[in-house]
């Protein structure tokens, strides 16, 4: 059983797959949808809307965290080569920045929330645009280190254990 924890699969994981991606899709849902209630909510005045958005920026708060455990744990195991070592680095950058906005913003809201639950101020949701843009830049990143780098992909996870990449 030990075993199966300290081997590596294809993926050089000890897991049969990234967790990483699974994780941060939700958390990449959870604050679109967050915005995109509170917008529907601040013009149409249905304040449930706000609680849906609320709960939301609140739960992803929390899986940004998991999400930053897991891809900080696969990309150590990640053996970037030279060429997507940069791109990998900022996504780590952005990635912790986010976790930063997002918990700041959840307890912005929060304190919005508990002086009125009814109404959002429009700069809560210039906020959240600025949000849902830096998760987009963060989404690109991503997609770069899978797509285009290919890391955890067998092909690429065998090319660096031969020494084809540096």
Same mark, same amino acid.
């Given at each position: 059983?030990?075993?199966?924890?300290?081997?590596?699969?294809?993926?050089?994981?000890?897991? %049969?797959?990234?967790?990483?991606?699974?994780?941060?899709?939700? &958390?990449?849902?959870?604050?679109?949808?967050?915005?995109?209630? +509170?917008?529907? $909510?601040?013009?149409? $005045?249905? @304040?449930?809307?706000?609680?849906? =958005?609320?709960?939301?920026?609140? &739960?992803?708060?929390?899986?940004?965290?998991?999400?930053?455990?897991? $891809?900080?744990?696969? @990309?150590?195991?990640?053996? %970037?080569? +030279?060429?997507?070592?940069? &791109?990998?680095?900022?996504?780590?950058?952005?990635?912790?920045?986010?976790? =930063?906005?997002?918990?700041?913003?959840?307890?912005?809201?929060?304190?919005?929330?508990?002086?009125?639950?009814?109404?959002? %101020?429009?700069?809560?949701?210039?906020? =959240?645009?600025?949000?849902?843009?830096?998760? $987009?830049?963060?989404?690109?990143?991503?997609?770069?280190?899978?797509?285009?780098?290919?890391?955890?992909?067998? %092909?690429?996870?065998?090319?660096?254990?031969?020494?084809?990449?540096?």
């Amino acid at each position: 059983m030990l075993d199966f924890f300290t081997s590596l699969n294809d993926h050089n994981l000890p897991y %049969p797959d990234t967790l990483h991606p699974i994780v941060v899709h939700f &958390v990449i849902a959870m604050v679109v949808f967050a915005f995109f209630c +509170d917008v529907l $909510g601040y013009f149409t $005045g249905k @304040a449930r809307l706000f609680e849906v =958005g609320w709960w939301n920026m609140f &739960v992803a708060t929390i899986a940004i965290f998991v999400a930053i455990i897991f $891809g900080q744990f696969e @990309a150590g195991l990640a053996q %970037p080569y +030279d060429v997507a070592k940069s &791109v990998l680095n900022i996504h780590t950058l952005i990635g912790w920045s986010l976790s =930063g906005i997002i918990a700041a913003i959840t307890a912005w809201r929060y304190v919005i929330r508990s002086h009125n639950p009814q109404k959002l %101020p429009i700069h809560y949701l210039a906020a =959240g645009f600025i949000l849902v843009a830096i998760v $987009g830049v963060q989404v690109y990143f991503g997609d770069q280190l899978v797509w285009v780098y290919g890391l955890h992909t067998v %092909p690429v996870v065998e090319a660096v254990k031969d020494g084809m990449l540096p």
